[in-house]
């Protein structure tokens, strides 16, 4: 009886691993031969394919999509990182489908995303660096500004930069902040906090009327390093105008204009830019500057909204000093995400 049993339990008929495995393999086999013994493969799933080229040459060819009606560039350029998700969902339909010509298409946007995007998905980050600076967007309706500013404290950052600060909030900003940070100044509505002397402290004209952004010098003990806050107009998309623009993007060259002419050859800019690095609108800014999220962070870095970050709007970048490491902060009582960086202040090439 014993011999009866072991044998019951180690024929062929049981769910061994043996059994399950040669299970599989038929399965991939009839696959196999049916996808080769049907001749409609290659003419079915035409329209999946020619999706993906579409896809493939939007994202590919983005910086020649005309803003000329919504600002549908710009507007493209905002969400690019997005196009890849159609990506798995066109491998999806093509195999549903059964369309080789569908699946080798997906080849096109897939080699562009990772051309594009593939970069950000390695960990660039460094050792190391001289300088930890932050940017916050604090929010105006923000419900709890000294928890925000002890949040953002929190990081260890030698300057922290705020925007969108209120005349009613400065004063708990600055209780908050004022233990940690010796030296600061408040400009219109973005503020500078530093643990090292600030000079040559003034409003930047961004030609909106009233101030948004700000310069000073900060004597860091790496070096002399001109530091830039600014708060770009917002956009809107709506439905009846597309991606509306037209006042950040004049801010945006005032602002890129102003830093062409610093004499100060170390420059780090802190602020919500209400576009990301692909945006060609910020091209007066981004063509003479460094992003340190993307030399030296690690993903996309998508600050906003902070509930579900779809889109790096809050920027650091540099000019002169090299990024070292680059991170976003926890959630705070705002809408966006903290921002922070570490960099290296070469004072040898001064």
Do not use: C
């Not at 062929?12 to 495995?21: I, Q, T």
């Not at 030698?158 to 909030?169: G, K």
């Not at 790496?222 to 009846?240: F, I, N, T, W």
């Amino acid at each position: 009886m014993a011999q009866q049993a072991y044998v019951t339990e180690t024929d062929g008929s049981g769910p061994g691993p043996e059994r399950r495995e040669s299970g599989l393999r038929r399965l991939r086999g009839r696959l196999v031969a049916g996808w080769r013994g049907d001749p409609r493969i290659w003419r079915r799933g035409i329209v999946l394919a020619a999706f993906a080229v579409v896809l493939a040459l939007v994202m590919l060819l983005h910086a020649q999509i005309p803003n000329v009606i919504g600002n549908l560039g710009s507007l493209t350029e905002t969400f690019l990182p997005w196009l890849g998700l159609f990506v798995p969902v066109l491998v999806l339909l093509g195999l549903v489908r059964r369309s080789a010509t569908a699946l080798i298409a997906v080849l096109l946007p897939s080699i562009v995303w990772l051309n594009l995007f593939g970069g950000q998905l390695t960990d660039k980050t460094g050792t190391g660096g001289d300088l930890t600076v932050a940017t916050h967007n604090v929010n105006a309706d923000n419900a709890d500004p000294a928890g925000t500013a002890q949040d953002v404290a929190a990081s260890g950052a030698d300057i922290v930069a705020l925007e969108e600060l209120t005349a009613d909030a400065v004063p708990t900003y600055e209780k908050a902040l004022g233990s940690t940070y010796k030296y600061h100044s408040v400009q219109g509505t973005v503020g500078l906090w530093s643990k090292y002397p600030l000079s040559g402290v003034k409003p930047v004209n961004i030609e909106l009327g009233w101030t948004r952004a700000m310069r000073a010098s900060v004597a860091t003990p790496a070096g002399q390093v001109a530091v830039y806050v600014a708060h770009l107009p917002s956009v809107r998309v709506k439905m009846e105008a597309g991606f509306t623009a037209r006042q950040r993007d004049k801010s945006a060259n005032a602002l890129g204009e102003a830093i062409a002419h610093e004499p100060v050859r170390d420059v780090v800019l802190l602020g919500d830019l209400n576009g990301t690095m692909n945006d060609r609108a910020l091209r007066a800014v981004t063509a003479q500057m460094r992003s340190t999220q993307g030399a030296s962070g690690t993903g996309m870095g998508f600050s906003w909204p902070a509930s579900f970050p779809m889109a790096r709007i809050d920027q650091i970048m540099v000019r002169g000093v090299e990024p070292v490491s680059s991170w976003t902060l926890p959630e705070t009582g705002s809408d966006h995400l903290p921002v922070a960086a570490r960099v290296k202040v070469d004072t040898s090439a001064s």
